[in-house]
């Protein structure tokens, strides 16, 4: 249990015993109807209260279902895959929607580089996201330069300038950008979950111009799909009202505001409700 900082203001970030942004577990089992949804960031509710999550708002529009939050920030595919293998028989969910975007390419060959990065500290390994970013060293920015806004500025000044050093490199190009998107589909199948996939696509959205080199990244995810017949719905963030993206996102940044995540699950409702339907 901690706080996070945000725009708006603090909000509480609470986990369970699985390390999900959710109820406890025997509370989500005690649900009858289960849908674990997954992804990074977005579906995990960044910036965002428990009730301005995408489950949230899901469960609100579908209350015979309860969507179980299995978002991560900062994790692509092959993470992905790797946590749904671990929840899956935990939760035993009737389905699984998977959550994309712009970003999951950078983040996939990020952790493919850090994985096989040999000069990566022991101690740097066993340290959680939450350990990371309140690490000693922001304290000391903050006290420094008296502003915790300011010292978070900084701080994602040093991380993109690491962040794009690492995704750029030899180390990274190890990893194929369909190897995750090949495991999450084979573990569900393996597990006889129905899936539904989403795509959020950025292009020339605030989101995708924080990344160098994105486009690339972008249009290599989703041939992962298109080249293995996988189903995919793309859902454009072109539908927000074009000068309405200050109502949508964050200022000065590329996660989408409460507001934001409302618009979207309206747009994505009619497709998961036939989705849903099929259980």
Not at 54 to 74: A, H, K, V
């Amino acid at each position: 249990r901690g706080t996070m900082e945000t725009p708006a203001g603090s909000v509480e970030i609470q986990t369970n015993e699985d390390g999900l942004r959710d109820k406890p577990r025997g509370e989500i089992l005690s649900e009858k109807k289960r849908v674990l949804l997954m992804g990074d960031s977005f579906v995990e509710g960044w910036w965002a209260s428990f009730e301005q999550t995408p489950s949230f708002y899901l469960r609100s529009q579908f209350p015979g279902f309860y969507f179980i939050n299995g978002g991560l920030r900062s994790t692509g595919p092959s993470m992905q895959a790797t946590r749904l293998k671990a929840l899956l028989p935990i939760y035993r969910p009737a389905a699984v929607i998977w959550v994309l975007n712009d970003t999951d390419g950078f983040d996939e060959r990020l952790s493919c580089a850090l994985a096989d990065r040999v000069d990566l500290p022991v101690e740097a390994r066993k340290l959680s996201t939450p350990e990371i970013e309140l690490a000693d060293w922001e304290k000391l920015a903050i006290k420094w330069t008296g502003s915790e806004w300011l010292s978070r500025r900084i701080q994602l000044f040093f991380y993109e300038k690491r962040w794009r050093e690492i995704v750029g490199s030899d180390v990274s190009q190890k990893c194929s950008l369909c190897d995750g998107v090949n495991a999450f589909f084979r573990i569900a199948a393996e597990a006889r979950v129905p899936m539904f996939t989403v795509y959020l696509d950025s292009e020339r959205m605030p989101l995708l111009g924080h990344y160098q080199g994105g486009g690339v990244l972008r249009a290599g995810l989703q041939d992962c799909f298109h080249e293995r017949n996988l189903p995919l719905r793309k859902e454009s963030l072109h539908r927000i009202p074009p000068g309405d993206e200050a109502k949508f996102f964050w200022k000065n940044d590329f996660h989408l505001n409460p507001d934001g995540v409302r618009f979207l699950v309206r747009e994505l409702a009619g497709d998961v409700r036939v989705f849903l339907e099929k259980l």
